[in-house]
DNA sequence: TCAAAATGTGAGTAATCCTCACATTTGCAA
DNA sequence: TTGCAAATGTGAGGATTACTCACATTTTGA
């Protein structure tokens, strides 16, 4: 929630460009640096995470970390970077040889499963990607905030809908308000012309789940 | 991405209580406060937001700061309250008095773009919620990898849907990934029966729009 | 009127990120 | 082998910044 001194004020450049390791002792104390990175985000968040505890852990100098990372958020970055690598191969896998509507299902299916199971067991994944990284306290606003909205949906749908599992409503309601949120902020993040058709996409999605049409 | 000092190791209890302004002089201090801090997080982002610059800006000193508020984060969560008890009474408004389905498909439509527009228009609520806020690089990322996941399943549309506008299916993909993402991010804050319920909810959601029905 | 509560102040404390001047090791051409 | 340049290693210290605290001032209410 605030970056350290040094840092001028020159804001994120991605990480400015570092060393890159060329022997083969370096290759092995970089592999160390990110293990023990990778080990200290598990066990208390990367926002927790300390750089000297991380050069502790390697078993190398301060001096070292940086030699090869630019920054703490670059070391955040470099694990990140590994698992969407590992995470594409995997989905390029599961779709490349999908030639039907069953198939996709199936393959869909499996992939969300995997995707599910993957954030529920690793931590590292979890605070890496955990709303690409957050303030708890806000995430609780957030969360108790698209929950309230939901539940003026769910009445909307309760009428419309009387027939239908008032916990499936609210399921769906709360699905599609948290969908809207993300594509919303999806839609600012793209130039403009993409994110006026990703919000129109939604608007049909959404309504489609709704109201069925 | 990192908290400073003093926080001890309790980690993020919301907030410790605070004196909270009785008299009025206090009470316009503290908006004055809220006002220099919703200035500078539009200039800079909430990262980059100084508590002294605050302070400056608020004409206060620094420990008229930390009198009302605990930290740094809870400048930032005071101002995200103030925008969600707005949104909700604007989405209460809306939805209430909505009796058919073409009445929610239009209100439903209106809501989307006002927070479309809202997020577009507002640094403030940008950086506040800005996937609860976030790392640049890291979004970055995020986004590069879910455009190139979402490909492998434009290729596969193309095959299924070889008479969809390809534009259609790109944002379409795009869309679907990107809040499969945001569905398993829910799943996992929330307890892990809602969090099942949810992900198959996405996924019938996903599939429909995928391959319709 | 005056004491207690509320509020205001800002120099100082405690971390923490990151740099840098200098030491050590490795690769490799002569 | 030798020697030298490049790569790598080191950690004390610089630079910031969030936050505290002992004390001053103002407001409240009996």
Do not use: H
């Given at each position: 929630?605030?970056e350290r001194?040094?840092a001028?004020?020159?804001?994120a450049?991605?990480?400015?460009p570092?060393r890159?390791?060329?022997q083969q002792?370096?290759?092995?104390?970089?592999?160390r640096?990110l293990?023990?990175?990778s080990?200290?985000?598990?066990?208390q968040g990367s926002?927790?995470?300390r750089?000297?505890e991380v050069?502790?852990?390697?078993?190398?100098?301060?001096?070292?970390l940086y030699?090869?990372?630019?920054d703490?958020?670059a070391?955040?970055?470099a694990?990140?970077?590994?698992?969407?690598a590992?995470?594409q191969a995997c989905?390029?896998?599961?779709?490349?040889?999908v030639?039907?509507a069953?198939g996709?299902k199936?393959?869909f299916?499996?992939?969300v499963?995997?995707y599910y199971?993957?954030f529920?067991?690793e931590p590292?994944?979890r605070d890496?990607?955990s709303?690409?990284q957050?303030?708890?306290a806000?995430?609780?606003?957030?969360?108790?905030?698209?929950?309230?909205?939901a539940?003026f949906?769910?009445a909307?749908?309760?009428?419309?809908?009387?027939?239908?599992?008032p916990?499936?409503l609210e399921?769906?309601?709360f699905l599609?308000?948290q969908?809207g949120?993300a594509a919303?902020?999806?839609?600012?993040?793209v130039?403009?012309?993409?994110?006026?058709r990703?919000?129109e996409a939604?608007?049909?999605?959404?309504?489609?789940?709704?109201?069925?049409?």
């Amino acid at each position: 929630m605030d970056e350290r001194t040094a840092a001028k004020p020159d804001q994120a450049v991605i990480g400015s460009p570092r060393r890159s390791p060329s022997q083969q002792r370096s290759r092995e104390r970089v592999e160390r640096m990110l293990a023990a990175a990778s080990a200290l985000i598990a066990e208390q968040g990367s926002d927790a995470m300390r750089m000297g505890e991380v050069a502790e852990r390697a078993g190398v100098s301060i001096g070292s970390l940086y030699q090869f990372f630019p920054d703490k958020r670059a070391i955040v970055w470099a694990l990140a970077e590994r698992y969407t690598a590992e995470s594409q191969a995997c989905i390029s896998a599961a779709l490349t040889d999908v030639r039907d509507a069953e198939g996709l299902k199936q393959a869909f299916s499996e992939l969300v499963d995997i995707y599910y199971q993957l954030f529920l067991a690793e931590p590292v994944i979890r605070d890496v990607w955990s709303g690409t990284q957050a303030d708890k306290a806000l995430r609780e606003l957030e969360l108790a905030d698209s929950r309230a909205n939901a539940e003026f949906l769910v009445a909307v749908l309760k009428r419309l809908r009387p027939d239908t599992d008032p916990l499936e409503l609210e399921t769906t309601a709360f699905l599609v308000w948290q969908m809207g949120e993300a594509a919303v902020r999806l839609a600012i993040s793209v130039d403009r012309e993409e994110g006026d058709r990703l919000v129109e996409a939604y608007k049909r999605m959404a309504l489609r789940e709704l109201v069925g049409a």
